[in-house]
T-cell receptor, first 115, second 109 residues
Framework: ETGVTQTPRHLVMGMTNKKSLKCEQH?????MYWYKQSAKKPLELMFV???????ENNSVPSRFSPECPNSSHLFLHLHTLQPEDSALYLC??????????????FGPGTRLTVL | GQNIDQPTEMTATEGAIVQINCTYQ??????LFWYQQHAGEAPTFLSY??LDGLEEKGRFSSFLSRSKGYSYLLLKELQMKDSASYLC??????????WGAGTKLIIKP
């Protein structure tokens, strides 16, 4: 596989369920990101990991819990979600560093529906 | 606050030219990105501008004016497959990416 992959592509869960989203990058990058994409809204950055260390948490509710075991894998653990959490969850990776040109490459996303 | 403005939706005809504008107000500037996102798919990188002027890549070109806080993406010889959303994003002084809400481009035969 090449690029950034995400599983599952679609997920329907109840508010009391626990599930996890998985992201894997095959680009040799050192930074990984979770974004939330809602219709007609800008991408919302949720979490950033650089070299496996969390460097950003944009006031995300604790019902979302990230995990980054190594530079190639990123998880988003979900529990007791709300219907307003229904959205497309995108994972991205980049080389990292503070170069302005550091380009993020995205996975296809997980379409999450919370009932 | 920081803000990126793009039109919500545009319509153009196959074979024509379309210009998608992006204006920004950010804390500092370290470059501007354009991404293409087909429905249900990953955003894919199109271009990066950090200096003023026009950058051309095949049918797509991107222009930047830092003094005006303005960029545009120019698509020539439009094809049906160009129907997608186009996202503008600016890297600010903290190297954070600030995203616009995207412009949905509809191509008609």
């Amino acid at each position: 596989e090449t690029g950034v992959t995400q599983t599952p592509r679609h997920l329907v869960m109840g508010m009391t369920n626990k599930k996890s989203l998985k992201c894997e990058q095959h680009l040799g990058h050192n930074a990984m990101y979770w974004y939330k994409q809602s219709a007609k809204k800008p991408l919302e950055l949720m979490f950033v990991y650089n070299f496996k260390e969390q460097t950003e948490n944009n006031s995300v509710p604790s019902r979302f819990s990230p995990e980054c075991p190594n530079s190639s894998h990123l998880f988003l653990h979900l529990h007791t979600l709300q219907p307003e959490d229904s959205a497309l969850y995108l994972c991205a990776s980049s080389l990292a560093g503070i170069a302005g040109s550091d380009t993020q490459y995205f996975g296809p996303g997980t379409r999450l529906t919370v009932l | 606050g920081q803000n990126i403005d793009q039109p919500t939706e545009m319509t153009a005809t196959e074979g024509a030219i379309v210009q998608i504008n992006c204006t920004y107000q950010t804390s500092g500037f370290n470059g501007l990105f354009w991404y293409q996102q087909h429905a249900g798919e990953a955003p894919t990188f199109l271009s990066y501008n950090v200096l003023d002027g026009l950058e051309e890549k095949g049918r797509f070109s991107s222009f930047l004016s830092r003094s005006k806080g303005y960029s545009y993406l120019l698509l020539k010889e439009l094809q049906m497959k160009d129907s997608a959303s186009y996202l503008c994003a600016v890297r600010d002084s903290n190297y954070q990416l600030i995203w616009g809400a995207g412009t949905k481009l509809i191509i008609k035969p």
